[in-house]
Nanobody
Framework: QVQPVESGGGLVQVGGSLRLSCAAS????????MGWFRQAPGKEREFVAVTSWSGRTTKYLDSVKGRFTISRDNAKNTVYLQMNSLKPEDTAVYYC??????????????????WGQGTQVTVSS
């Protein structure tokens, strides 16, 4: 079992950068695929990026490809989301989630077992 805790959100201007971190408690962090999702007001939770348990495989939402980078450090039980060239449409609460690495790499919320509380990212124009 892991418990993700996000940090690093905030207010940034268009074109700026933020790095989100997600620290997960538990001894089995490397047994989980780790994903980032986001949810804007009035919208459904949306997949953003995922890294496999080893970090060798990553997947992204098309609209963030080339701007966002997901990475993980299994020695520190932490996953990161580097966000560059931020746009107003990136404004949302960002959630970190963990999925047991027993099958494929999930890209929908239903595929994840544990969730953090979220961190707000606001991109102002």
């Amino acid at each position: 079992q892991v418990q993700p805790v996000e940090s690093g959100g905030g207010l940034v201007q268009v074109g700026g950068s933020l790095r989100l971190s997600c620290a997960a408690s538990g001894r089995t962090f490397s047994s989980y695929h780790m994903g980032w999702f986001r949810q804007a007001p009035g919208k459904e939770r949306e997949f953003v990026a995922v890294t496999s348990w080893s970090g060798r495989t990553t997947k992204y939402l098309d609209s963030v490809k080339g701007r966002f980078t997901i990475s993980r450090d299994n020695a520190k039980n932490t996953v990161y989301l580097q966000m560059n060239s931020l746009k107003p449409e990136d404004t949302a609460v960002y959630y970190c989630a963990a999925a047991r690495a027993e099958g494929g790499i999930p890209m929908t919320p239903r595929g994840y077992d544990y969730w953090g509380q979220g961190t707000q990212v606001t991109v102002s124009s």
